[in-house]
């Protein structure tokens, strides 16, 4: 059976820094890629980081590039992301997704890639 848990969400001031990690069980994870969604009240689910496969290879949204780094550890099956600089704007509701299993080692950027989901950790950043 499939399990993805985030952890390490919580509030935080303007400025500050978290690290969210994702503890994957269930499947292969090294055919898997990864990657960190969000979603905001009222707002549409977006991707906000993402690595493929063997970690060679990520993607981040504009609005994060710079502040968030994405990061997997084949050997404990898990991944993290650390969050610098936070801003009021990335508070959400912080999402682990698995997709695959994928040949390519490419990195996937819409919710229709990936088939397992943990149930999210809250970010609340203060002003």
Not at 74 to 95: P, R
Not at 98 to 105: I, K, L, M, T, V
Request: a negative charge; glycine letters at 12%.
């Amino acid at each position: 059976q499939v399990h993805l848990v985030e952890t390490g969400g919580g509030l935080v001031q303007a400025g500050g820094s978290l690290r969210l990690s994702c503890a994957a069980s269930g499947f292969a994870f090294d055919y898997y890629a990864m990657a960190w969604f969000r979603q905001a009240p009222g707002k549409e689910r977006e991707v906000v980081a993402a690595i493929s496969r063997s970690g060679g290879s990520t993607y981040y949204s504009p609005s994060v590039k710079g502040r968030f780094t994405i990061s997997r550890d084949s050997g404990k099956n898990t991944m993290d992301l650390d969050m610098n600089n936070l801003k009021s704007e990335d508070t959400a509701d912080y999402f682990c997704a698995a997709g695959g299993p994928y040949y390519r080692d490419e990195n996937y950027i819409t919710p229709f890639d990936y088939d397992y989901w943990g149930l999210g950790t809250q970010v609340t950043v203060s002003p």
